[in-house]
């Protein structure tokens, strides 16, 4: 199936590796180099959502004050 080529900083990618290997690897196609993933085209979205999805829980940590 196509891929679409994303770049993404090393932190972000060592996430998105973590959830393929989690999943059966059933988002990335190819793992180019530190800063490039080949992501399969039906799975981008789900992909996506699921890193915003992380990125928001990483936020949540107890440092951060209850201002709004």
């Not at 999943?23 to 085209?41: A, G, S, T």
């Not at 039906?42 to 940590?61: D, F, G, T, V």
Request: aromatic share 2%; charged share 40%; hydrophobic share 35%.
């Amino acid at each position: 199936s196509a891929g679409t080529l994303v770049k993404c900083d090393a932190s972000i990618k060592a996430m998105l590796v973590k959830m393929d290997e989690e999943n059966q690897h059933e988002f990335i196609i190819e793992d180019l180099d530190e800063e490039h993933v080949l992501v399969k085209d039906s799975k981008l979205a789900e992909l996506k959502q699921r890193l915003q999805n992380m990125m928001k829980e990483r936020l949540k940590e107890p440092e951060s004050s209850d201002s709004d």
